[in-house]
């Protein structure tokens, strides 16, 4: 399509999706994040401290680290595949979890706010073959976000009462919007998880007609953290760091973990050499807080 094609053509606003360009991590505020993207290498070399990709295990490993209660929530299926290999993840939460008991709600819940989200999924150019994966980052800290998970969960309590059920949680319409105004095509439904309540009961009659199973479609905002720019990446990397900064609710211990998180053997202490310290934002340079141009595409060559 020609320059002036496009002029002639009222492009819908983007006012759902934002890149690291807008302007909007000046502050490094994590409330102004609500959704992020970036391509999983970059999240990689970004904050080895939380996440490390392990080629020379066999089989080939992503390893998600909870250093001081930091980092991500990494949901997963156990597995994924990039540039043709199989990686197995270690240290993450099932997408398909039973909860059968209150305690084990509580727990589940508990982990759900106390950390970022943090998804793979896999996407091409309209015009490419080639597949790349992508690191979807919920803000579970945002109070939008942080809403709705909650409404949710509260909801459809109060709807079953005293009967099983099972809620997910569903990203894949508004990262696909993203993708499609990026000129992307996602490959796969990967971007989900759900729960199921089990409960005491002898009969769960709305249970077995599906009545009482539900799904919350997120939405917010997604961010592109993506940029080939060294002072953008110096941005992002401040602002992840902060997003993924230990954080202990009222009431909770900072040392408390879902029983249902799959995990290996491993050594965190050999991840304490690379802990990130964080930038105040006295600190933070005065001549990178104008906005920038917008980076595309998502990816480089």
């Known amino acids: 399509m020609s320059a002036a094609d496009g002029a002639g053509m009222a492009r819908p606003p983007l006012r759902s999706f934002v890149s690291v360009g807008s302007g909007d991590l000046r502050t ?28 020379e295990e066999q089989p080939d490993s992503l390893v998600s680290c909870h250093l001081g209660c930091g980092g991500y929530n990494l949901f997963s299926n156990g597995s994924f595949r990039m540039e043709g290999h199989e990686f197995r993840v270690t240290n993450y939460i099932s997408r398909k979890v039973d909860l059968t008991s209150h305690l084990d709600y509580k727990d589940y819940r508990e982990t759900l706010l106390s950390k970022p989200m943090l998804f793979l999924t896999t996407a091409r150019q309209e015009s490419s073959t080639k597949e790349t994966v992508f690191a979807f980052i919920v803000n579970t800290r945002h109070p939008k976000v942080k809403a709705q998970i909650e409404n949710g969960m509260d909801r459809i309590i109060s709807s079953v009462v005293g009967e099983s059920y099972k809620l997910q949680f569903d990203f894949q319409n508004v990262v696909k919007d993203f993708f499609i105004r990026e000129s992307f095509v996602m490959q796969g439904e990967d971007l989900s998880f759900s729960y199921e309540f089990h409960a005491d009961a002898l009969l769960d009659i709305f249970y077995m007609l599906g009545l009482s199973k539900k799904t919350v479609s997120v939405s917010g905002r997604v961010m592109n953290l993506h940029s ?52 105040n934002p006295e600190d933070f340079p005065r001549q990178q807080r104008v906005e920038f141009a917008d980076d595309r595409p998502l990816v480089s060559d």
Request: proline share 8%; aromatic share 6%.
């Open 228 to 279: 080939n720019n060294p002072e953008k990446k110096a941005i992002v990397k401040m602002f992840l760091s902060k997003m993924t900064e230990p954080f202990v609710g009222l009431g909770s211990m900072p040392d408390r973990r879902f029983s249902t998180i799959s995990s290996s053997s491993m050594d965190d202490s050999a991840f304490d050499s690379h802990r990130s310290s964080l930038a």
């Open 28 to 55: 490094l505020t994590t409330c102004n994040c609500e959704l992020a993207l970036l391509p999983l290498k970059q999240l990689l070399a970004m904050q080895p401290e939380y996440l490390q990709l392990r080629p």
